[in-house]
Nanobody, 126 residues
Framework: QVQVVESGGGLVQAGGSLRLSCTASGLTFDNYAMGWYRQAPGKEREGVSCISWSGGSTYYLDSVKGRFTISRDNVLNTLYLQMSGLKPEDTAMYYC???????????????????WGQGTQVTVSS
């Protein structure tokens, strides 16, 4: 059974930083691309960042480029999202997801992402 668990969310002031973590079990972690998505109240879910199986390819939502960095540790089966320069508009529930493919195919769409965590809340105060 695949389990995806996020952690690291919280309340931070604008301009601050947070690091989200995501552990995945029940799958061969280093076979699959991993992604971060977010959903703010009243808005649709959007793809924030994606990383290929090896970490060699990364993709970002335009609004987070230069502020967020995605990375993965295939030994620890852990995905990270380092967020800096946070803005109130980054406030959302952040979800980690595992793809069924090795590459970020279709990102920022989520059709290839089959396994999702419960989410971790990020709140940025102004």
């Amino acid at each position: 059974q695949v389990q995806v668990v996020e952690s690291g969310g919280g309340l931070v002031q604008a301009g601050g930083s947070l690091r989200l973590s995501c552990t995945a079990s029940g799958l061969t972690f280093d076979n699959y691309a991993m992604g971060w998505y977010r959903q703010a109240p009243g808005k649709e879910r959007e793809g924030v960042s994606c990383i290929s199986w090896s970490g060699g390819s990364t993709y970002y939502l335009d609004s987070v480029k230069g502020r967020f960095t995605i990375s993965r540790d295939n030994v620890l089966n852990t995905l990270y999202l380092q967020m800096s320069g946070l803005k109130p508009e980054d406030t959302a529930m952040y979800y980690c997801a595992a793809s069924i493919t090795s590459w970020c195919r279709g990102f920022p769409g989520s059709a290839d992402f089959n396994y999702w965590g419960q989410g971790t809340q990020v709140t940025v105060s102004s």
